[in-house]
């Protein structure tokens, strides 16, 4: 009781964690700490977007009157362009009248956005800091851009993500739940007790086959063939990872699908064979619909597997933050991003945060996937009996 009580409350207490400090990345502006964006004291714009404003920096938006402002052009200023603007001699040594010098060029050029540091911003600044709309829930989950560490506003659209790690766990189930599924019957139903006992520990040893290894066999021999065998510019698709991650789900499915297939009462076949149906007859109006409980908790799991998996599909998707339009197209996962960021990400930062959000993302959906085996495997229980 006391092991079990532990455990729990330890498993609660990391929940907990992952979802405090994922929550943070809506409570702050999606600006690098110590930096703010100012305009004129005359411009009637006051708060943006942070898409509105990378399409100004992208100059996709060239005039404040696309914003709700005045009819005049944008005029982008980074700390860096101060040069560009006033001369060595009149910012003074070590660019000491930098904060005069900026404060002096904010006000007197009316459709200017400048991007620079707060400790330049002195008791007679005379622009207006502009005001960015913090991230939502919605825009978090449905923005298609994620790059968090843009300047001057992060993007933190993780819809990309999202799609890459389905997109890519889908294709592998659609793999290997046929040829897992044959398997599974074949072991159970056809082999050998000799060919069984020699072949299931096999199939069970690969499930202890370190993830890399798997990543670096996809990177030199998936990788290539798909890349020739569709004539693509680069190999590393949602295919690739597709692959990797069904070789890697095998294991699991076959495994439970094999148990399950093995708990069919022997009554029920013999009654079956006796009315007069063939071996393979009685596999596929018998022994199938009786443990498909147990294949269809092991295809789910499997997809949980492929879900979570991070360092097999950073070596081999391509690690592109795009929706994919095919499994020809490069991808990117909810866990290889975790795994590629977080130890450049600064610790309490934005960018941290928004890392330990993906996690809580990752983590529900796993969850839903635990639960619908619960589901299933309860619900089939229940008919039996």
Known sequence: MLSSAATSITVILII???FIEGAGVFTKKPIEKG?????N???????????????IFDQKITNWSDLGGKDVPIVLFRSGDITDYYSEEELGENFANFPDKINELIANTPGIIAFFS??????????????????????????????????????????????????????????????????A???????????????????????????????FFGLVVIVPLIQDLFNLPVGETALAGSVVLAIMALPTIITISEDAMRNTPRAMKEASLALGASHWQTIYKVVIPYSASGITAGAILGIGRAIGETMAVLM??????????SFLAPIRTIPATIAAELGEAP??????????????????????????VEVVTNRNSQKKH
């Open 347 to 372: 610790n309490g930062g934005l960018h941290y945060e928004a890392l330990f959000a993906l996690g809580c993302i990752l983590f529900i959906i796993t969850f839903g996937i635990n639960m619908l």
């Open 41 to 55: 004291n005359s411009n009637p714009v006051s708060k943006l977007d942070p898409s509105q404003i990378k399409d």
């Open 16 to 18: 907990f964690f992952l």
């Open 35 to 39: 930096f703010l964006l100012a305009v």
């Open 118 to 183: 707060d400790k330049y911003v002195n008791e007679e600044f005379k622009g207006k800091e502009l005001d960015i709309n913090k991230i939502t829930v919605y825009k978090f989950l449905s923005d298609e851009e994620w790059f968090p560490t843009a300047e001057p506003v992060a993007q933190m659209g993780v819809k990309p993500l999202i799609y890459g790690t389905l997109w890519v766990s889908l294709g592998a189930i659609l793999l290997a739940l046929p040829i897992a599924l044959a398997a």
């Open 185 to 215: 019957i074949y072991l159970s139903e056809i082999a050998k007790k000799r060919t069984r006992n020699l072949l299931k520990p096999l199939i069970e040893l690969l499930a202890g086959i370190p993830s890399v290894v798997y990543g």
């Open 316 to 325: 081999v998707t391509g690690n592109a933050a795009v929706i994919p339009s």
